[in-house]
């Protein structure tokens, strides 16, 4: 607690330039990101797959999966450069105190005389702040799910699902946004400099919340889960946690396909009753015992208790995440190199420390997905002692093909963005010898099923 304090009395220098170095932070990391960019596309122009995929992919799936890599990335270029002038604008531009001042205006003139205070107008500058992040984010939302994706087979979205789900988003955003962000301030408000301690626990309690609370109330806002009906699926995987020890409640399907071909599979609950939603379009498109070699490696996770490690993680993130901002909260240098002189918010400190963590973060997410690319071949090692191995890899296989996922990628890329090894790499790490080429015009009505390069 006295480290805490002294760091926080270091850091708030009188004229110190946060604001410039904010903004080098922000330059450099996409750059950075830039510079990794360039380098996947290169590998992205390559005429040929690596030779592991070779006997497996035909050269026609291999140039289409190429293509679609080559347009995300290029979409990447132009959408990071959009996002990256935005920052610029709102720094710059002094956009976040005068979106505070206006708040403010709009409080005293509008608000009930029971509605004042830091609260209130916080919640009034979120909103705000929000709608106009989203509006400015349409353009590229709008090219990537009806121009990019609508190209390569990917989107089913229609324009009025599009609409509706952005609608449900901001009003989901109201409902519970506005009380946890009210209670977020409210601690910091009352617990003086020990505020981080209960912020933590709050944080805990936030999350238990949401993952009994998600799959009942919000899911079924977006998508449909039907039980799974009886039949030789269904008894796979019923007799696959059986053997596991694991706690299934129920097997829903979940209707995927209503806005992209999108496939994938996952659990979620409380310790002692789980939950598995598959894909219908995984279900659609595999065959039965891969999609239970699928669900062998989401349960291997389990078993090996990566999602409780994870979560271990996730809860001393977190911890020191909001013991930092202690250190940040009053610092008067850091506000008053943004435009605030007279008033110091809470969330707009939230937000300039967010922003000056970043290189920190950039740290914690490439550790990350070296640990979580770890697991991903621990799960996979697990499926292969249950006897999955020929299915799981043909089901990775499959999925590749079908989603047109980039089948190569820099190493360099790679570590930085992926939390899940590459295909060849996972091939490799099951010893796949198989040698059937798979080809795209087997089955002209066969869609490609969208999933993220990373998924499974």
Do not use: C
């Not at 420390?353 to 697990?382: C, G, H, I, Q, Y």
Request: hydrophobic letters at 45%; proline letters at 4%.
């Amino acid at each position: 607690m006295d480290f805490l304090q002294r760091l926080a009395r270091m850091l708030d220098r009188p004229q110190f330039p946060w604001k410039s170095l904010i903004v080098g932070f922000s330059i450099g990391q996409y750059v950075f990101e830039s510079y990794l960019s360039l380098r996947q596309y290169k590998v992205l122009q390559q005429k040929k797959p690596p030779k592991t995929l070779e006997g497996e992919v035909s050269q026609d799936v291999f140039d289409k999966s190429q293509a679609y890599g080559r347009a995300k990335a290029k979409y990447g270029f132009v959408s990071s450069l959009y996002g990256q002038v935005q920052n610029l604008v709102v720094i710059y531009g002094d956009v976040l105190p005068k979106l505070w001042a206006l708040s403010g205006v709009w409080l005293a003139r509008y608000a009930p005389a029971g509605f004042t205070g830091e609260i209130t107008q916080t919640l009034i500058f979120f909103f705000t702040f929000n709608v106009i992040t989203t509006v400015l984010s349409l353009p590229t939302s709008i090219y990537s799910t009806f121009v990019l994706e609508e190209k390569f087979g990917f989107n089913k979205q229609t324009p009025k699902l599009f609409i509706t789900d952005l609608l449900k988003g901001q009003a989901l955003m109201v409902v519970f946004g506005a009380p946890l962000l009210s209670a977020f301030l409210a601690i910091i408000q009352k617990s003086g400099n020990s505020f981080f301690y209960y912020l933590w626990l709050f944080g805990i309690g936030v999350q238990m919340f949401t993952i009994t609370i998600y799959p009942i109330v919000i899911l079924p806002l977006f998508n449909k889960l039907s039980p799974l009906e009886e039949g030789s699926l269904k008894t796979g995987v019923e007799k696959l946690a059986a053997n596991l020890n694991f706690p299934l409640k129920e097997l829903y399907v979940i209707d995927g396909s209503k806005r992209s071909a999108h496939s994938n599979a996952y659990f979620y609950g409380l310790p002692w009753k789980k939950h598995i939603v598959i894909y219908d379009t995984l279900i659609e498109k595999s065959e039965t015992e891969e999609v239970v070699a699928v669900l062998s490696h989401e349960l291997g996770h389990w078993s090996l208790s990566h999602t409780t490690k994870l979560f271990g993680i996730a809860q001393f993130h977190m911890f020191y995440i909001f013991a930092l901002f202690s250190v940040f909260i009053n610092n008067r240098s850091l506000y008053q190199s943004f435009g605030f002189h007279k008033e110091f918010p809470i969330i707009i400190g939230f937000i300039l420390f967010s922003d000056a963590l970043s290189p920190m973060d950039t740290v914690v997410k490439l550790l990350m997905n070296v640990l979580s690319r770890k697991f991903e071949f621990e799960a996979d090692a697990f499926a292969v002692s249950l006897g999955f191995s020929t299915e799981l890899a043909r089901s990775l296989i499959k999925l590749q093909i079908q989603n047109l996922s980039t089948m190569d990628a820099d190493w360099l890329y790679a570590s930085y963005h992926y939390s899940h090894p590459i295909l060849p790499e996972r091939l490799g790490a099951l010893s796949w010898h198989g040698g059937k080429q798979a080809d795209s015009k087997k089955d002209d009505n066969d869609k490609a099923v969208k999933a993220g390069d990373r998924e499974l």
